[in-house]
């Protein structure tokens, strides 16, 4: 899905990603890891609304996903 996204003119000179994503959600992780992976580009995480500070308990935490950054190509440097 990423990949797509990515591939469309739209998206051409984009230098990362950013989402949130709480903890237990496992398909996102694995689908955000493995397309930083395939990209060859870092992946962190931290703490951005916390359970309790920001949602008074009744959502969970929310994780700042970042990827990136991409690699510039050969045309956007022209």
């Known amino acids: ?3 797509e996204l990515m591939a469309r003119p739209a998206a051409q ?3 990362g990603l950013i989402t949130t ?3 237990t ?7 955000f890891a493995s397309f930083a992976r395939r990209r060859g580009v870092a ?3 931290r703490v951005m609304f916390e359970r309790d500070r ?4 009744a959502h969970d ?3 700042l ?3 990136g950054p991409f690699a510039t190509s050969a045309k956007e440097t022209l």
């Open 1 to 3: 899905m990423l990949d």
């Open 13 to 15: 000179g984009v230098r």
């Open 21 to 23: 994503v709480t903890e």
């Open 25 to 31: 959600n496992d398909a996102s992780w694995a689908m």
């Open 43 to 45: 992946f962190s995480k």
């Open 54 to 57: 920001h949602f008074a308990g």
């Open 61 to 63: 935490t929310e994780f």
């Open 65 to 67: 996903v970042s990827i």
